[in-house]
């Protein structure tokens, strides 16, 4: 039977969310297959040429992680995305981080995920965080267009990912496998994997 385990992330090293510590959870649960949320350029074969002729590390964390991890242990990279974000994403972001409440919120999460590590990106604290952030996000954006249009985005760039997990294990066999993404699409990822019917078997608890 096909295991994954559902990891959220960060993208960027702070605190305790860092590539090292994200190695350590890799090292623990031994994947054969590494699904990442990431499109096919985002490590590119000049990547992996600094890597492994310098020693240069990739700036996003994950990938860093991934690195740390193929020192010593084989294993598929298999990359989910689809698309990349929207302009509309990019453009709202710019816009609500602009009020002060929600940067408060954002400074307290980046705080917890600082202090206390991927253990609270993978909690139901941080799913809490997150949808205070998104609700006042759309009271900052009053429901507008611009809000809808990025939800409807949203969903049009986490539904392939986990489409096409589903394509890979159906046509690859392995027993253990890790899928990280983002903290912030932890709520609806989790949904969507517990309604689509499937045989594999998914963990959304750290090891």
């Not at 990891?7 to 960027?12: A, G």
């Not at 759309?138 to 409807?152: A, F, T």
Request: glycine share 2%; aromatic share 12%.
């Amino acid at each position: 039977m096909h295991h994954i385990t559902f990891i959220s992330t960060i993208h960027k090293e702070i605190g305790k969310c860092n590539a090292n510590e994200l190695f350590k959870i890799m090292d623990k649960l031994n994947p054969e297959v590494i699904f990442l949320e990431a499109i096919d350029e985002t490590y590119s074969e000049y990547d992996k040429f600094l890597h492994s002729n310098y020693g240069v590390y990739h700036k996003k964390l994950e990938i860093a992680a991934i690195q740390k991890y193929n020192h010593n242990s084989s294993f598929q990279y298999v990359p989910v995305c689809a698309i990349g974000l929207s302009d509309a994403f990019q453009k709202k972001i710019q816009l609500v981080t602009k009020h002060r409440e929600l940067q408060i919120l954002i400074d307290n999460f980046n705080y917890r995920a600082a202090e206390k590590g991927f253990y609270f990106l993978n909690s139901s604290e941080c799913i809490r965080l997150q949808e205070e952030m998104r609700v006042l996000e759309s009271q900052i954006l009053n429901n507008n267009e611009m809000d809808k249009m990025v939800k409807e985005d949203i969903e049009a760039y986490e539904k392939p990912m986990i489409e096409n997990i589903h394509s890979y294990c159906k046509n690859n066999h392995f027993s253990a496998a890790i899928f990280m993404c983002g903290s912030a699409h932890r709520k609806s990822i989790i949904e969507k994997v517990n309604q689509m019917k499937s045989d594999i078997k998914w963990s959304f608890e750290l090891p």
